[in-house]
């Protein structure tokens, strides 16, 4: 299975973006989802995570109230909706499987937890 991060872009703040990952070679529908970013000089973060079944999201601070993370699973494909852009949320967006999925709701948020990995979708703000 390898997965297609996309729709990242150039958008001045206050805009939107709507991401895409896209799982080929199987499926990901049974697996947890997450978005990390990573910004020029920083360590990587995370932004949101999604369970298997679809009905529990769990969302970073940061992005609380902007960003949603999504899924079609028919689509084998997992969104990320975010609005009200800022400078600070440019980054690379990376899209990542945790397989098979933890059932810890606190490991969501970390980066072991999954073991594969996006390409990455550049997202770029500007003021």
């Known amino acids: 299975v390898q997965l297609q991060a996309s729709g990242g872009g150039l958008v001045q703040a206050g805009g939107s973006l709507r991401l895409s990952c896209t799982a080929s070679?199987?499926?990901?529908?049974?697996?947890?989802m997450a978005w990390f970013r990573q910004a020029p000089g920083k360590e990587r973060e995370f932004v949101a995570a999604i369970r298997a079944g679809g009905g529990s999201t769990y969302h970073a601070d940061s992005v609380k109230g902007r960003f949603a993370i999504s899924r079609h699973n028919a689509k084998n494909t997992v969104y990320l909706q975010m609005n009200s852009l800022k400078p600070e949320d440019t980054a690379v967006y990376y899209c990542a499987a945790d397989r098979p999925p933890t059932a810890v709701y606190s490991a969501l948020a970390t980066e072991t937890v999954y073991d594969l990995w996006g390409q990455g979708t550049l997202v770029t703000v500007s003021s």
């Open positions: 070679g199987g499926t990901s529908s049974t697996y947890n």
